[in-house]
């Protein structure tokens, strides 16, 4: 087999300071090898740094955050959920002055997988009423915490509550899909209840007017480094519900749900603090993006993003090397992770509009098998097949604005990465590219 050498010198000049490190990387072709009519080049020059990424939409999906823990690599994160309460029927009532509350629970039922990210160590809940109106045809962000009274609703509060994600709670013999069951206050209940017969509970646009929802926060948590954990629940879920308890003037017990289901406006909001993490690194990289050639990260919720960027990208096109069989962009986990601290499953690959707009890259468009991006525990890595992107850059239909990676699950999970740079040592980030010589 013969081989090639084409070798040109690297020279990495990057700039310090806060700022984007400047795009001075030269064109470097190490050692191809030409084999049946190609030529494998893995040695383009890169470029890589984490910043904070805007805040995205947490409403109206599939899973709702609550929940404290302290990560050593990434600080603290803090999540809390907020919810519609509506109706199960109109008309509630009639009115009833001898109608007394024994308890009112409001239950979330955990997803039925990864219900929990880091550990389960009991923490103090809060809830609290909502005092704004949450509209169903708007959208929030994970940065939105609701207006809300000061009071902690729940019965006994402060009070700790332990998750127990995989083993349903029995009540009344009957045992029920794992939730969270937080026993709110009974005044709230007898007050409910003073609204039967009422115009607020004619239907659910007079009652959200009057009662708004509920927010549901972990309370000021104090927590050291890998304790804590984020709960993850599915309020889609019929167990996901508030459930009010009462009696009449002769003792017959009752009870009425208030629902949560898709009719209500739901979303996650979550608190960030990277500069508080224990483990030398990211503050580092936020603080001088310079640094980020070695090491770089991610983090679901609108944590943390990574450029990455491909400054002489577009040399290829004055080079022999234009036709593109195959453009890998392998992306290698950097060394070990807490086991409750798991990579994201998967990886997003953006290009950039003119605007500085995320864009799908062609090979994302042409269908989810076609891009990859998924995480392969056996090599601890993230491939993307950018092919058709790579090739437009060079064909010039494409500006080399270069990517950025977000993980997969960004508004439904607080999974964050640390991914090896350009530079690392060991396993290095690295775009693979596959020429035809014929």
Known sequence: MAVLTAAAAVVLAVATGCKKPQDAVGLSLLDPADTLGTVRIDSTAMITWAHADAPVRTSALSTNLVGAYVDDVFGPVVAGAATQLRLSLNNVGPADPSLTCDSLVLSLAFINVDPVYGDLDPQVISVHRITEE????????????????????????????????????????????????????????????????????????????????????????????????????????????????????????????????????????????????????????????????DQTYVQAMGGLRTEVRFPFLDRYANSPYRALAKAELVVPVAGAFHDTYVPPDQLFAFRKSADGEDLLVPDQISGQGMVGGLYDAASGSYRFNLTRWVQGVINGTYPNTGLALVPGSNGISVNRLRMAGPAHAGDPMKLVLTFTTY
């Open 134 to 293: 949450l509209y169903t045809d708007s959208i929030y962000k994970s940065d939105r915490q609701p207006a809300m009274d000061a009071q902690d609703l729940v019965q006994g509060a402060p009070r700790l509550f332990t998750p127990s994600p995989l083993a349903g709670p029995v009540v009344g013999g009957d045992t029920l899909t794992p939730q969270l069951r937080i026993p709110l206050d009974v005044a709230l209940g007898n007050e409910l209840l003073s609204h039967w017969g009422q115009p607020d509970m004619a239907d659910n646009a007079a009652f959200l007017a009057w009662f708004k929802g509920l927010a549901v926060v972990p309370g000021n948590p104090e927590q050291t480094p890998l304790q804590g954990g984020i709960w993850r629940f599915n309020l889609l879920d019929g167990a996901s519900k508030m459930v009010l308890y009462y009696h009449n003037a002769d003792g017959e017990p009752r009870s009425f749900d208030f629902i949560i289901g898709s009719g209500a406006m739901r979303y996650t909001f979550v608190q960030f603090d990277h500069g508080a993490a224990s483990v030398p690194g990211l503050p580092a990289v936020l603080a001088d993006s310079s640094l980020g050639q």
